[in-house]
């Protein structure tokens, strides 16, 4: 649901909205002029949903840092900013927002990080409430959409009142659950404008030390704001036991121990130790329940109150009621439960790229020609997996080049040194490492994925792109030149479908002494359109069940129930092939053709 759609209902009408879309629509409703942020799972969705707004800026950046750079300049500039981005995009943010604290804002400043516990769609699951902590900025956590949509308008009032900025932290849950959302009309908000007050927002270490007892000042101010904030709730009787909890923890608590005393922290940094001290006493034994680290229940052990927690709620990986009930069980509380029972073993099929993928050429390439492999975030990491298993690193977006720089002066690497890498991925971070690579005279290939798109994350537009976030035409980078301008003195372009150009201009990009660049230009298969050509068929009469072609891992070509010579022929699906070509170059016998036009509806 588009946010437009979202105000069309009207005031008080109750819609059904994911956590993504509810946050959008409490920054829509809260005045926001600009929303800025980097596409990456679970956060996505946000600034997809408002795309379509034409009242205020919506915008992708080139990476996070950029995305909250935008954001503080324009909420110093006087208006309601909002920078949206997965939890390890804060990462390529913290140093932005760790001096955004001591500058203060001007218009509210609200930053979103939607975590991954269970890490569903990222390489690791930290815990980005550490990041309100160390910056000493308002955490606040919503447990599902409704509470979404109230507390990010809440934080933009909240940021403006105590000149700070605001983390509003999400999980997976409540980022991609639906739930009833009571909406409303916008609130135009005149913008400020720009105060010049350079003690404020020039960071010299003059400067700088004077900002530091503002900053622990608003933070004293914080933790006697959030004693009576109305988003610290309780609920329950007894005295047995209660729970302190927050975000989408809170509701697994209430399923299994709906009458129990309970406190949520809906402003779960700084702590209302007050209360937490009250509700302490009011009960014989103190519980938090809260998803990855130990957080709350660190800071209230800290503060000389007996708790429990990680000793009976696990530390890794997500929350369910389940787990919780077994926690509560294991503490004494519930009955015993039996054991948890393995599931069957069932035959899975692990995750292949796309029927018809360009990047797939490339690596079958890297693969037979030895190379050793650093690669980056996105699509392409699944090379790493059989049967390509081309891919010997992967840790952050834009690392691959400088690790392969690394690699390439380590000596230890048993071949030459390719570090892969996205369009986006390379506009996002890879563009200083390519820096490196020519300074220092690096002796690596970069393999420059280049399918015009944030295919990973669905699809989404960037500086490559040609179209901005809200579908207006922009410049587009030009890839090419933009590696020449850096000093790269080997540039090739290749079309991936091209086997066999495909090798030969990554063979010769390895031999050149220093730093080379291959780009390979094929569009996504999948997005912003399907790309679909006459498909292919396998003449079963000439198959020998080599099975060449499935080295390429396409998903497309399936076992038959035919052998030749004891070993199963192939088929290929024609409803998912794309007619890439790619298997048909692969077949020694010649055996996979196109479907005749006619029979393929053409």
């Given at each position: 649901m588009t946010s437009e759609t979202a105000s069309a209902a009207g005031t008080g009408s109750r819609v059904l909205l994911s956590g993504n879309e509810a946050v959008a629509q409490g920054a829509v409703e809260a005045g926001v002029a600009v929303a800025v942020g980097y596409p990456g799972t679970p956060s996505t969705e946000i600034l997809e949903s408002i795309a379509d707004r034409t009242d205020f800026d919506v915008r992708w950046s080139p990476n996070e840092k950029v995305a909250l750079d935008v954001a503080l300049g324009a909420s110093i500039g006087g208006v309601r900013a909002l920078a949206v981005m997965k939890h390890v995009g804060v990462n390529v943010a913290a140093d932005t927002l760790m001096t955004a604290a001591y500058t203060g804002v001007g218009g509210g400043l609200v930053v979103v990080s939607a975590d991954d516990p269970g890490m569903h769609s990222s390489q690791n699951e930290q815990d980005n409430r550490a990041y309100a902590r160390m910056a000493a900025i308002p955490l606040l956590e919503p447990s599902d959409s409704a509470e979404a949509k109230e507390y990010t308008a809440l934080a933009f009032e909240i940021s403006e009142q105590f000149d700070t900025p605001v983390l509003v932290r999400t999980t997976t849950r409540v980022s991609h659950n639906r739930g009833i959302v009571e909406v409303g009309l916008r609130t135009e908000r005149p913008g400020r404008g720009f105060t010049r007050d350079p003690i404020k927002y020039v960071m010299i270490p003059a400067h700088a030390r004077t900002r530091r007892p503002v900053l622990l000042e608003r933070l004293e101010q914080l933790a006697t704001y959030v004693e009576s904030s109305p988003l610290t709730v309780e609920s329950g009787s007894g005295t047995e036991f209660g729970v302190i909890t927050s975000g989408i923890a809170h509701h697994y608590v209430r399923e299994v121990v709906p009458n129990a005393p309970i406190l949520k922290l809906g402003l779960s940094y700084p702590l209302p130790m007050k209360r937490i001290r009250a509700f302490a006493d009011s009960v014989d034994r103190l519980f938090v329940v809260e998803e990855l680290d130990p957080h709350v229940e660190d800071a209230i052990r800290a503060a000389g109150i007996a708790v429990e927690g990680k000793a009976f709620f696990p530390r890794a990986g997500e929350l369910n009621p389940d787990l919780v009930r077994r926690g509560f069980a294991a503490a004494g509380l519930l009955p015993e439960l039996p054991p948890i029972v393995a599931a069957p073993t069932t035959v899975t099929r692990p995750p292949l790229m796309c029927p018809g993928c360009p990047h797939t050429p490339p690596f079958l390439a890297l693969k037979?020609?030895?190379?050793?492999?650093?690669?980056?975030?996105?699509?392409?990491?699944?090379?790493?997996?059989?049967?390509?298993?081309?891919?010997?690193?992967?840790?952050?977006?834009?690392?691959?080049?400088?690790?392969?720089?690394?690699?390439?002066?380590?000596?230890?690497?048993?071949?030459?040194?390719?570090?892969?890498?996205?369009?986006?991925?390379?506009?996002?971070?890879?563009?200083?490492?390519?820096?490196?690579?020519?300074?220092?005279?690096?002796?690596?290939?970069?393999?420059?994925?280049?399918?015009?798109?944030?295919?990973?994350?669905?699809?989404?537009?960037?500086?490559?792109?040609?179209?901005?976030?809200?579908?207006?035409?922009?410049?587009?980078?030009?890839?090419?030149?933009?590696?020449?301008?850096?000093?790269?003195?080997?540039?090739?372009?290749?079309?991936?479908?091209?086997?066999?150009?495909?090798?030969?201009?990554?063979?010769?990009?390895?031999?050149?002494?220093?730093?080379?660049?291959?780009?390979?230009?094929?569009?996504?298969?999948?997005?912003?359109?399907?790309?679909?050509?006459t498909p292919f068929k396998v003449i079963a009469d000439a198959c020998t069940a080599c099975q060449a072609c499935m080295t390429a891992g396409c998903p497309s070509i399936v076992w038959s129930d035919e052998l030749f010579e004891g070993r199963r022929k192939v088929v290929i699906d024609p409803v998912t092939c794309t007619g890439c070509t790619l298997c048909a170059q692969l077949c020694p016998p010649l055996a996979i053709v196109p479907v005749p036009k006619e029979a393929a509806g053409v």
């Open positions: 037979r020609l030895g190379a050793v492999v650093t690669g980056d975030i996105g699509c392409y990491t699944l090379a790493a997996l059989q049967p390509l298993a081309a891919m010997d690193t992967c840790v952050a977006m834009g690392s691959s080049i400088g690790m392969a720089v690394g690699m390439a002066a380590s000596g230890g690497a048993e071949g030459p040194v390719v570090a892969t890498i996205g369009d986006s991925t390379f506009l996002h971070g890879g563009i200083p490492g390519l820096i490196e690579a020519v300074y220092n005279k690096a002796n690596i290939t970069v393999l420059i994925l280049d399918n015009g798109t944030v295919a990973m994350t669905g699809g989404q537009e960037h500086p490559g792109s040609g179209v901005t976030l809200q579908g207006s035409d922009t410049t587009p980078i030009d890839l090419v030149g933009l590696c020449e301008s850096l000093g790269v003195k080997d540039v090739r372009v290749v079309d991936p479908y091209d086997l066999a150009a495909t090798y030969g201009a990554i063979e010769s990009a390895m031999e050149y002494a220093g730093p080379s660049v291959v780009i390979t230009n094929r569009p996504c298969v999948e997005a912003p359109t399907k790309i679909r050509d």
